[in-house]
């Protein structure tokens, strides 16, 4: 038997994925995603090597509030404690405010005695530094630092092997019955095996705002103005993180208007709370400033025998609602279960995963259809850039303010999962939108109404249903 160290001995397992470079599984990326399944599916007592190119502390401004719906995920998958230690804030809901008038919106509770449902906010980087301690500490599960550079498909078969990759300089490879390409929103596995590409339409500058004093402490905000939408939330003691969207194209922040700099400094800057605008012009000045783009890439059923894609190489949505690590957490439950020794006692059963992957396609979409959905329903009501969207933003306003304000929060918080709840809020916020926009009409324009209220119909509908229509049809 190998030693370790001199410690225990190696398990049979261990030794072949040690030695031998082979698994059960192999993961290609231990980021939320890859962390969490290579420890679910490790506690079913399967051989996985999990495989990273750096396992330093990632330091990105992605994936930092975990709506309530993913802290249930992570309880599900024995993972709640990754949300201790890390210097984290209890997220209750959000306040969103509409050209300075605000709203609180708390997450619903399941019943009126139980306690609120709490989402997480932190350093993203701390959050994946225990998800990987927690994958470094299951028996089952191999990590290796990496760089994957391919995938390893049999000339006969097609099916995929394996990967290539580099380890310090050095060419290498891994060989899995299943291997799992979950490297994120650049995936470099995905094109030839994913249907689709993404699409951006903006992206969010990020900056970290030290002591700002925020006006809900505890909530998500969403500031609603002229401008495109912009978020706040404290992500440890001292820090609030601030995400500013900028449409590709905008004028206002132009290089003629100053860049994007400009841009903050002189529209966003005194619409900001007053307690976060000198936090704001300091990190500014600091010039720490950072960028992701936010994507849309529907999901597509996995057809490679031997290769499964997940997480954001997958499926992503506009990150405007965090819903990201709460799809993948909840694909984590639905693909341990699918998967699960009872079901698929080997892998090597490639027709037998295939099928169990079809399924997973559509049974993933309980959860992740409402989220998608949303996020890219909301963006374009958020960042309204013609008078019937700007409309349907104050219907939206409104809604939150009389509205069942339940609804459309747990459907954001990943809580409630049926799009037939979705689909109707969102019409009750077109039809809201027409009244206050009838009501706001002076009496000679009235004879227009009939036209106003078609177009705003028009314009949800355009809005929504091409998203639903991915949804339910591929
Ligand atoms: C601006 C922005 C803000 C967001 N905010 C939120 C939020 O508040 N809440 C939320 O839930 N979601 C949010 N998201 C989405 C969330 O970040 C993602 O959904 C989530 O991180 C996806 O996890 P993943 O494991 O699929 O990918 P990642 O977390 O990106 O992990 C991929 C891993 O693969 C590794 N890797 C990549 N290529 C290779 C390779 N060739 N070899 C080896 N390893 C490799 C990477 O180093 C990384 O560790 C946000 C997204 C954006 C763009
Ligand atoms: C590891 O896998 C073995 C079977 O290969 C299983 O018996 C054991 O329970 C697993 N260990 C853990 C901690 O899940």
Known sequence: MTLLNGHAPLSPAAQRRIEHHEADIVIVGAGVLGCALAVALGNQGRSVILLEKSLEEPNRIVGELLQPGGVQALEQLGLRDCLEDIDGIDVRGYWVSYFGEP???????????????????????????????????????TV????????????????????????????DCYFGQLTVAADGYNSDFRKEHHQYTPKRRSKFYGLELIDAKLPAPNTGHVLLSDNPPVLMYQIG????????????????????????????????????????????SDALEQGQLRSMPN???????????????????????????????????NDVCVIRELLSPERVPNLSN???????????????????SVINILAQALYAL?????????????GCFRYFQIGPVGGPVGLLAGLIKKPLVLVSHFFSVAFLAIWVHICNTPLFKLILAPYYAFMILYTASVVILPYIWTEIWY
């Open 103 to 141: 709203v609180l919106l708390e997450y619903p509770k399941s019943s009126p005695t139980s306690p609120t449902p709490l989402g997480r906010a932190f350093h993203h980087g701390r959050f994946v530094m225990k998800l990987r301690a927690a994958a470094l500490s299951c028996p089952n599960v």
């Open 144 to 171: 290796i630092e990496t760089k994957v550079t391919g995938l390893i498909a049999s000339s006969y078969t097609q099916e995929i092997l394996g990967v290539e990759c580099i380890t310090k300089d050095v060419k």
């Open 382 to 394: 958020f960042a309204a850039d013609n008078y019937y969207l700007k409309a349907l933003q104050r």
């Open 350 to 368: 490639t027709g037998l995963v295939l099928e169990q992957l079809a399924e997973f396609h559509w049974k993933r979409k309980n959860s992740s």
């Open 295 to 329: 994507s849309f890439l529907p999901a597509s059923a996995n057809k490679t025998p031997g290769l499964m894609i997940l997480g954001d190489a997958l499926n992503m949505r506009h990150p405007l609602t965090g819903g990201g690590m709460t799809v993948a957490l």
């Open 237 to 280: 003691t001292h820090e609030t993180r601030i995400l500013i969207d900028i449409p590709d194209n905008l004028p206002e922040a132009s290089i003629k208007n100053g860049g994007v700099k400009g841009y903050m400094r002189n529209n966003i800057l005194p619409k900001l709370p007053e307690g976060a605008q000198q936090s704001f």
